[in-house]
């Protein structure tokens, strides 16, 4: 995303308010926002449950039919895991292979 867009320019002010101000980790901010999300949603969800009888029954079904798919549902959970390990893998090799500019010469048994 360029960084002339609003949102690029929303979230670098972010990043550089955060990095300037170490009290207020931006590991912190980090952290918690996807944590708030989960929590305010979960409310969400709770505060509406007893109210929204469509809610609960689709809810119960899907419950109940998760027996009934398991293999597929152990297979789409692996894929998913395996999907997760590449990206890790590929991550940690883009992180530790060299600049293309910057080439290393590395020493040999031959030389």
Do not use: C, K
């Amino acid at each position: 995303m360029p960084l002339q867009s609003g949102p690029a320019r929303i979230v670098d002010r972010f990043v550089r308010w955060y990095a300037t101000h170490p009290q207020l980790s931006l590991w912190v901010l980090l952290f918690l926002m996807p944590v708030s999300a989960f929590v305010l949603g979960t409310a969400a969800l709770l505060r509406t449950w007893g109210d929204n009888p469509q809610l609960q029954h689709y809810t119960w079904r899907a419950l109940e039919e998760i027996p009934e798919h398991w293999p597929a549902m152990s297979i789409g959970g692996a894929t998913l895991l395996a999907a997760g390990l590449v990206a890790m893998i590929t991550t940690h090799l883009f992180r530790d292979s060299p600049r293309p500019g910057a080439w290393q010469g590395r020493q040999t048994d031959a030389d």
